[in-house]
């Protein structure tokens, strides 16, 4: 789509944030999915967004890997204007060479794990690195090796997706984000689909990610690990933040009837 989307043009990022959605607006067809979310994320933070299913939630994060295009607002990524650029004070669509590049900054994590089903777990996480980073194959090797064990899955590298539990699967799906290197990992409901034996394996993972720094955006209807690993809460409902705060402030003592509403729901 080559629509260029309409915001006070003032407005300039914040250095200060890795992220930085203003007014973010997102239509499909006649339903107005986003209607103007405002979203910051620093360098280094978690932030764990909750809200009702069909609330918007997938498609903010999409939107920021560029899996969408916004029909308004933007989205600055470590300062950098997604999907657009700025010329003579006009907005431009990027080239597909660009925005592939921007894409790369970001790791995304989804809720099925969807792994390339003929390349064994070692060959999904060098895939990437080899073919769009044009790392040596030996390279790429050593630190997919590096990031199995970091995933638990030393003993795993040559096995096949449908040879792995889904909670494996989903550990090897977190490596092969690694393994681009972002400056930003994406979570999609990464736990949903899981048998619940399996849930906290993966989220012991995103746990110690969360603990070296990674700067994280989860999606989650986990509500101990927003508890736990969460530096920020952000409560979206029906296209809107409605509250956000410290994950205690939020999920202890809402302020919203919406939030609490919900809260009463998952719990
Ligand atoms: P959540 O993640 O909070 O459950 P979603 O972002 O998945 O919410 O969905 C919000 C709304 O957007 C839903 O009504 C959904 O049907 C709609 N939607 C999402 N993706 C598309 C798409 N590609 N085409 C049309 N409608 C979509």
């Known amino acids: 789509m080559s629509h260029v989307p309409t915001v006070d043009a003032e407005h300039r990022p914040d250095s200060a944030h890795l992220v930085e ?125 590096a990031l199995l064990e970091k995933v638990g899955l030393s003993d795993r590298a040559s096995y096949y997706p449908a040879q792995l539990s889904g909670g494996q699967q989903q550990r090897v799906a977190i490596a092969r984000a690694l393994a681009m290197k972002p400056e930003l990992m994406l979570f999609d409901e990464p736990t949903s689909a899981l048998d619940p034996e399996l849930v906290g394996e993966v989220l012991k993972v995103m746990k110690e990610l969360a603990t070296e720094g990674t700067t994280m955006i989860v999606v989650t209807h986990e509500m101990g690990f927003a508890r736990e690993a969460a530096d920020r809460v952000v409560f979206m409902d029906a296209g809107v933040v409605v509250e956000e705060g410290a994950p205690d402030q939020v999920l202890l003592h809402p302020r919203h009837e919406r939030t609490k509403l919900f809260l009463t729901r998952v719990k």
């Open 21 to 145: 959605a203003v007014n973010v607006i997102k239509h499909f067809g006649s339903n107005e999915v986003l209607k103007g979310v405002d979203l910051t994320v620093d360098k280094g933070e978690v932030v764990c967004l909750l809200g009702p299913s069909g609330s918007g939630k997938t498609t903010f994060l999409r939107l920021i890997n560029q899996m969408e295009t916004l029909t308004g607002g933007r989205i600055w990524v470590g300062g950098e204007l997604i999907g657009f650029e700025e010329r003579k004070g006009r907005l431009h669509v990027r080239h597909d060479s660009d925005i592939a590049r921007q894409r790369s900054r970001v790791g995304m994590v989804f809720q099925r794990f969807n792994l390339f089903p003929h390349m064994t777990a070692l060959e999904n996480i060098t895939e990437a690195p080899i073919r769009v980073k044009k790392i040596a194959r030996s390279q790429a090797k050593a630190e997919a090796l």
